[in-house]
């Protein structure tokens, strides 16, 4: 299967990146940088292991915590294109109303 990411998925991504290396420093942001990257490769083996976070519209929103950050990859599976496009990464700290309401 092949990754896209959306539009909101880039911004919300370089957003805490840029955040983490502000507040923290280029290690913790190489570090979470290391963990999205294993997070993505275990969602492309594994695709339906992902927690069910939405359903709209006969589309369903997956996630995975990325570990030792309080994102989370929200991404759904296109069967048809043998796609998984990640739609955001989301903030775990946030009201989960704040996701509904990003993800369109």
Not at 44 to 56: D, F, N, Q, S, T
């Amino acid at each position: 299967m092949t990754i896209e990411f959306s539009d909101l998925a880039i911004d919300s991504w370089l957003q805490d990146l840029d955040y983490t290396l502000s507040k923290f420093g280029r290690k913790t942001a190489a570090k979470n940088e290391a963990a999205m990257e294993e997070r993505l490769n275990f969602v492309r083996k594994y695709p339906e292991a992902g927690h069910i976070e939405l359903v709209r519209a006969k589309k369903t929103y997956r996630s995975f915590q990325i570990r030792n950050t309080p994102l989370k990859i929200i991404y759904s599976i296109t069967e048809r294109d043998d796609k998984i496009i990640i739609e955001d990464f989301w903030n775990s700290y946030q009201s989960r109303e704040h996701l509904v309401g990003r993800i369109k």
